[in-house]
């Protein structure tokens, strides 16, 4: 099963990207936690795909999604943004793993040409690179791709080991 940030946003208007007030934002915020908390119970190991929008989250969510996995395609920026995520597979007592794509700013504006260019850098100002000391069981970190046409990011891999 597959959580995306975008199609609660497409449900729940105006999202994030472009809301006008910080109670749009906490809206999608918590539509997605309520997500997330009902989802977890029927799993058994959730994955966060996290990264810039247009980074390929939602390539690489379609690619590992299986039974019995929830894949949470979100952006999470920050470690505030991710511990409610956190929090709901530890209360589930299932393993949550994480994987950052980082993908060029440029690569990202390419793919995702409607969200404005300060809104991208906005969200990459605040991106925190997720640590395995947030609670995640492991943590993968993906180079994304540099062609603004391949979705593919078979680069280099690193995990953390902290």
Known sequence: MIISGDKIAQKNRPHVRGATSKHAA???????????????????SVVLIMGLPGAGKSTHA??????GLLVIDTCAPTPAHREPLIRAARRAKIPIDCVFIDTP????E???PKIPQA???TIKAKLARPRKSEGFRAVCYIQ????????NTTHAIEGDRS
């Open 105 to 108: 700013i440029r690569v990202c």
């Open 62 to 67: 379609a690619a590992i999604d299986a039974p």
């Open 26 to 44: 906490k809206k999608h915020l918590a539509a997605l936690r309520a997500e997330t908390r009902a989802a977890v119970e029927k799993s058994r």
């Open 110 to 112: 390419a793919r995702r």
């Open 119 to 121: 809104e991208l850098y």
């Open 144 to 151: 994304g791709s540099h062609d603004e046409k391949k979705t």
